[in-house]
């Protein structure tokens, strides 16, 4: 069995045509005959035929052959019956694509189905019956049905033979569609006296090996005078009609006119056609020549039509011309939209010109009617590019991001260009999928915090949370603060979901040991790399009245001069308090009023300095002792002693 190989790889634009390749097959082959090594002939490595998904994808033959992945190799799936894949159509090619996966690529491939030789020629009818008068002429003309076979070219009909042919000779007449109409000729006229019956028979052959015939009987009754035979007012008629017409439409009429009288000039037209379809399509008016139109006209299916018809006496003399219907093409179909391979997913991060999706356009019309444009939706980051003809990918065309769009909708229209216009679309979903590309961020730039140093271990105070536009192990995962000598973190579960970030105090806080606190709270993520955010808690700590006045001393000593002058100053004291504020606004007075003290000393409230008030006498008291106290305006105090030695004057 001879197998062609043609192989050709180009390097579109568009990376994903790779290449084609083309075989050729006879038909009939079984089941699971080897029809090419594609693997082989197009470059591929098995491993990337499994990996790929390699398929078969096409769009109406897709029965009749079947890739096997593992060995590279395409099979017969089903027996390739040439005449019923392309009846009467030569060449005779099934075309598919091969598509793989990760990434997207297709390749073109056309099997080719050679004839072989499995028809016999065939007649419609097994026997026809002529009426010739016995004053026929000698050149008559007598049409005689053709053979049909199914196969093409050598393996079709290739000659006749008529035998005896005694009486007519064959006359084939080559046509244009590169059949043969067949006539028979009368050589030697008829005598009704001596014959009156006549037969022969009709014998076609093809050329294929082996040759194969069908034959056909003629019966002839010899008739006595009609001298003169139907003639047509032309050779060939031609025709137009519009694809779509209806079933009634008058397509052309023919005449024919015979110069007999009576019934010898009575002509009767019919077809002539030996294949099927012509007969099912038209129909002749037998008495006014009326051809008109019984099926459905297909511009798609059938470009034209060559009718065969003849025109015939009561006398058996008959004419023969032909009507050429040409079919006008009317924009009736839709131009149709495959999804050859999509993808549903794309990480956001994907690069330009991914391919995502791509598509297989066809317009059954022809012409204007059946030229396809494909458009997509706008503002969408994808591009819609025109690969070799009727296929189109859809492309990345700028970056993605899935924070700003999740999905997309993006609808295809294709139109055709014909008036009025036909068109169809469809709709690809495309879902983003997260990567790590936004760290976790805080809307403020501080936190600030007033926190009296009062406050007790286990206070809690609220943070701001952390926002991450990722989605999944990309969003938010934890937080840590530092440095963490007096708090601690603490998540707690929302009731939404989320949670609440809170700081707990540990350890007191002590303003008289630093004022200000400044601490860093981090959030990260749980990408890869992973993402972080920080943001500065500033604490202030406020004062409390946790610290009592001090005395510098707790005994002060000093001697005074009997009748020393009212209004002298004595001694200050002092009593210090480390908080601020009024819980550090120390005021002094005299404690103790014994020995007439107050009438004697007086302190400043708030200088600790004391005075001589009154008179001290030695002879009286040789001395005296001042119990201070200082008192913060929070309520703390402490007390201290002065002990005055009153010296001798000679009074
Ligand atoms: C895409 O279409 C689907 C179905 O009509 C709809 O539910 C979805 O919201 C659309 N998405 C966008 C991004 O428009």
Redesign the pocket.
């Known amino acids: 069995m001879a197998r062609q190989v043609l192989l050709f790889i180009s390097l579109l634009a568009v990376g994903s045509v790779l290449g084609q390749v083309s075989y050729t097959i006879p038909e009939e082959m079984t089941k699971g005959s080897l029809v090419g090594n594609i693997a082989q002939d197009l470059g591929l490595q098995i491993k990337r035929l499994t990996s790929g998904k390699a398929r078969i994808y096409a769009r109406d033959t897709d029965q009749y052959v079947e890739l096997n992945r593992e060995r590279g190799v395409l099979l017969v799936k089903e027996r390739i019956d040439r005449e019923a894949l392309c009846k009467q159509t030569t060449p005779c090619a099934l075309h598919f694509q091969i598509i793989l996966e990760n990434p997207m690529e297709f390749y073109t491939v056309t099997v080719q189905i050679t004839d072989i030789n499995d028809n016999a020629p065939t007649f419609k009818k097994t026997k026809i019956i002529f009426k010739i008068s016995e004053t026929a002429l000698i050149g008559a003309k007598f049409v005689l049905e053709r053979a049909v076979d199914l196969d093409v070219e050598m393996n079709s009909v290739q000659s006749y033979e008529l035998k005896p042919s005694d009486n007519f000779a064959l006359k084939l007449h080559s046509n244009s569609d590169g059949n043969k109409n067949v006539e028979m000729v009368l050589q030697k006229p008829l005598d009704r006296e001596k014959q009156e019956q006549i037969s022969l028979v009709l014998t076609a052959v093809d050329g294929g090996e082996p040759q194969m015939s069908g034959t056909m009987q003629i019966l002839i009754t010899v008739l006595d005078a009609n001298d003169n035979a139907p003639v047509f007012t032309q050779q060939t008629y031609k025709a137009t009609v519009t694809e779509n017409s209806l079933k009634g439409t008058i397509v052309a009429t023919v005449t024919a006119s015979d110069a007999d009288q009576g019934s010898n000039s009575k002509i009767t037209y019919s077809i002539t056609n030996a294949a099927d379809d012509d007969t099912r399509i038209f129909e002749i008016n037998e008495e006014n020549g009326n051809v008109v139109l019984i099926g459905i006209i297909d511009y798609e299916k059938s470009r034209n039509y060559q009718i065969n018809l003849l025109a015939s006496d009561d006398g058996g003399l008959t004419d023969s011309c032909k009507l050429i219907v040409d079919v006008q093409d009317v924009n009736d179909n839709k131009p149709e939209i495959n999804i050859m391979s999509k993808s549903a997913v794309i990480s956001e991060d994907a690069n330009l010109n991914t391919v995502v999706t791509m598509i297989n356009i066809e317009d059954k019309d022809s012409g204007e009617n059946g030229k396809v444009q494909c458009f997509m939706s706008d503002n969408v980051p994808f591009e819609l590019r025109a690969s070799s003809n009727n296929f189109y990918t859809l492309v990345t065309d700028s970056d993605l991001d899935r924070e700003r ?1 999740s ?3 993006i609808t295809v229209t294709c139109s055709d260009e014909g008036v009025p216009s036909l068109s169809s679309s469809v ?1 690809l ?1 495309l879902q983003i999928t997260d990567i790590n590309d936004n760290a976790p961020i805080f809307k403020m730039k501080d936190m600030v915090f007033e926190i009296s140093e009062s406050a007790v271990k286990g206070s809690k105070f609220i943070l701001e949370k952390a926002l991450d536009s990722d989605v999944g192990i990309n969003g938010l995962k934890s937080y840590s603060l530092n440095p963490t000598d007096n708090f601690a973190l603490k998540l707690n579960d929302n009731t939404d979901g989320g949670k609440e970030v809170e700081m707990v105090l540990e350890k007191p806080l002590d303003r008289e040991k630093e004022e200000q606190l400044t601490l860093t709270l981090t959030a990260v993520d749980g990408g890869e790399p992973q993402l972080s955010g920080t943001v500065q808690i500033h604490v202030t700590i406020l004062d409390a009245n946790d610290n009592a006045p001090v005395f510098t001393q707790s005994t002060y000593k000093s001697s005074l001069m009997e009748n020393s002058p009212r209004g002298t100053q004595l001694i200050t004291v002092t009593a210090t308090d480390k908080d601020e504020g009024t819980n550090g606004f120390v005021t002094y007075s005299i404690s103790n009023n014994i020995d007439g003290i107050f009438d004697l000393f007086e302190i400043h409230e708030t200088s600790g300095e004391v005075r001589l008030i009154g008179n001290v006498d030695y002879e009286t008291s040789k001395h005296y002792q001042l119990n201070i106290k200082a008192k913060d305006q929070g309520g703390l105090s402490d007390s201290c002693k002065i002990i005055f030695d009153i010296t001798d004057v000679n009074d």
Do not use: G
């Open positions: 769009a999905e997309y909708n709709t979903t």
